[in-house]
């Protein structure tokens, strides 16, 4: 004979679906769920002020002890603490607002993004505060509606981002560390000592920057600000960043910085002071590819009846673009200017030098 239910918290019941058990098993029978949702399903379940026992937790949401343990830890992490009881177990008390946020009114598509961008581009790029937005989106979860939430718990679970490339972060201090001084350096206008690894400068440097702007391009961050070594204005990438103490000295200049204006046209990121008009035909495998992305803010792009294309630029410097048509190989050919065609052939014979006859062999 099947015992009955208990009582159960109507947003967590209603939430993770079935809520009746029998003696022995789960209280329900729940889908693969990550475990972000599940720890938002046990706050919710202990915020109706009902206590529960680690036994019934455990069982509630089919999980172990340990693993229980671990998302209580999770919990305490945002800020709330659960009180305990020997006897009878977890709870949290109700807040006299009614949560631990206000109200919130967001509808499917609102809350979808949102917690796509928590859940899922975060993954996507080096973001700083990773942990503290994570914890946000839980805070937020927790108080949508049922109907929202299991949509978007549902959604979540069918979309998936793919990492590209990506500069380490920091190892120490740490991304958040680095980014956080940097940040609090420019509100404050006051200077930051940097330990900085420079390839440019062949090795460990010391600078007290004035920091001006933050910035991530591609695949890194980076931090633009006068540099005390360098007289002038450079450009760190923060995983480069070995330590950071921010200064009792103000700076006065950088007001006016223009992130656009000190870019200029750079292919990516680093002017070089002279401006080439750049023209290349790409070859019609890779014709379409190519222009359907917007590379840069002067690119032109003329079609051809072969399907080849011909795009035209003009960029400050040929550093940074040599290295991307590089990357298209025999599908690309420079018509102009003569100085990245030849720049492009001198790399291009380097290269057939040391990859012409066999691979050497292991020893």
Known sequence: MKSTPKAGPPNAGRALSSVGRNATGPLLEAPSRSRVS??????????????????????????????????????????????????????I????????????????????GLLLLV??????????????????????????????????????????TKAGPQAPPPVLPGLDSVF?????????????????????DGGAIDSDLSPYHLFY????????GRSSVHNAVRTFKLNRIRDTQILDDAFDDGSNFDLAEYIGRAWSMIPEGRIY????????????NVTEVQWHSTQKVAHDVDGSAIVDFRVDGLGEITWWVLGYGDQVE??????????????????????????????
């Open 119 to 160: 859940h899922k581009i975060r993954q996507a790029i080096q973001l700083p505060f990773k942990h503290p937005a994570l914890l946000a989106a839980m805070k937020i979860e927790s108080l949508l509606p049922p109907r929202v939430r299991c949509y978007c718990e549902h959604a979540l679970a069918k979309i998936s």
């Open 277 to 288: 008009d750049v023209r290349l035909r790409f070859a019609p495998k890779v014709a379409s």
């Open 180 to 200: 956080g001084s940097l940040q609090s350096a420019i509100a404050l206008r006051h200077k930051v000592h940097i330990q900085y690894d420079s390839l440019f």
């Open 93 to 112: 008390a109700p807040s006299t607002d009614g949560g631990f946020l206000p109200p919130i009114n967001l509808n499917l598509q609102e809350a979808l």
């Open 334 to 363: 420079v018509l102009a200017p003569v100085a990245l065609r030849n720049k492009i052939t001198e790399v291009a014979h380097r290269m057939a030098k040391l990859n012409n006859g066999p691979a050497p062999t292991k020893k």
């Open 217 to 224: 391009n591609q695949r890194a961050w980076y931090v633009i």
């Open 38 to 91: 599940r720890v938002v399903q046990i706050l919710t379940t202990l915020q109706t002020g009902r206590e529960f026992t680690a036994a019934e937790l455990s069982r509630l949401f089919g999980i172990s002890r340990r693993t229980l343990f671990r998302d209580l830890k999770e919990i305490q992490n945002i800020g709330i603490q659960p009180r305990t009881n020997s006897v009878r177990g977890y709870t």
